[in-house]
């Protein structure tokens, strides 16, 4: 089984650090590569940043679906940039971590917040958790205060300030699990499973699970309407990367 992650930024120590994460949990006979597109911002904190990074998504799909036989692809931005438009150029499951992490957290929690990087970054999130129909089941958003590269820069102090609003959404917020918002949090999850009274979740661990679930069950994309493959047309600018 080959499962492509794609990092929709083009900051390849955090492509490096997700791809380390979701080897930790994939199976044996799981190959898990991940990469960045050619195209896109270093970081992705707003919508400006998100829909920048989505043709580069686009294409590390059409390039895994066409050219490296992958099995499955992974969305590893928290937003899950262009997951739906993924979804249409394959019929192979494309999850986003985002997706991944409601979906588990729903399974062991009645209930979730969600600790993300900077406050102008809750739209981002908030349009995840309608895509997923999740807005029901979660608490609380929490913001902290630190943009995506912050986390690479310095650790010790984002590790600080992620256990510090985790437990503002358990102990203030009455969260029952938490969910990480950024897959630069990655790195954090272990240690704040040891630490919160909750269960922390990061979506890449699941996001690979689910990938290695669907393609065992032989589960493909629906094809049949809104998710039927694209028509081709003449794309100015873009037809070197969006080619089928």
């Known amino acids: 089984m080959k499962i492509k992650i794609i990092n929709p930024n083009t900051t390849l120590s955090m492509t490096n650090s997700i791809a380390k994460a979701a080897k930790v949990y994939a199976r044996a006979d799981t190959e898990i590569y991940a990469v960045s597109p050619p195209t896109g911002p270093d970081s992705i904190e707003s919508m400006y940043d998100e829909y920048l990074s989505i043709p580069g998504v686009i294409s590390e799909v059409l390039k895994g679906d066409r050219d490296e036989h ?8 928290f937003g ?3 997951i739906l438009a993924c979804r249409e150029v394959t019929d192979k499951p494309v999850i986003g971590i985002a997706q991944a992490g409601y979906t588990l957290a729903k399974m062991i929690a009645p209930n979730f917040s969600v600790v993300y990087v900077l406050d102008r970054s809750e739209t981002v999130v908030r349009n995840s958790l309608r895509l997923a129909g999740a807005e029901h089941a979660c608490k609380s958003l929490r913001s902290c205060g630190l943009g995506v590269l912050d986390f690479e820069k310095d650790p010790d102090i984002g590790m ?5 609003q985790s437990r503002k959404c358990v102990e203030e917020d009455g969260a029952e699990c938490v969910v990480l918002g950024c897959a630069g949090f990655a790195q954090f999850a272990e240690r704040l499973n040891s630490e ?7 979506g890449i661990i699941p996001a690979v699970k689910f990938a290695e679930a ?23 600018g ?3 990367l969006m080619k089928f």
């Open 214 to 236: 669907l393609v065992d069950m032989g589960v493909k994309t629906s094809k049949k309407n809104l998710w039927s493959f694209p028509d081709r047309k003449t794309i100015l």
């Open 238 to 240: 873009f037809d070197d």
């Open 196 to 202: 919160l009274s909750v269960p922390v979740i990061d």
């Open 80 to 82: 899950d940039p262009g």
């Open 70 to 77: 992958a099995d499955a692809f992974i969305i590893a931005c």
């Open 160 to 164: 600080k300030t992620l256990a510090l």
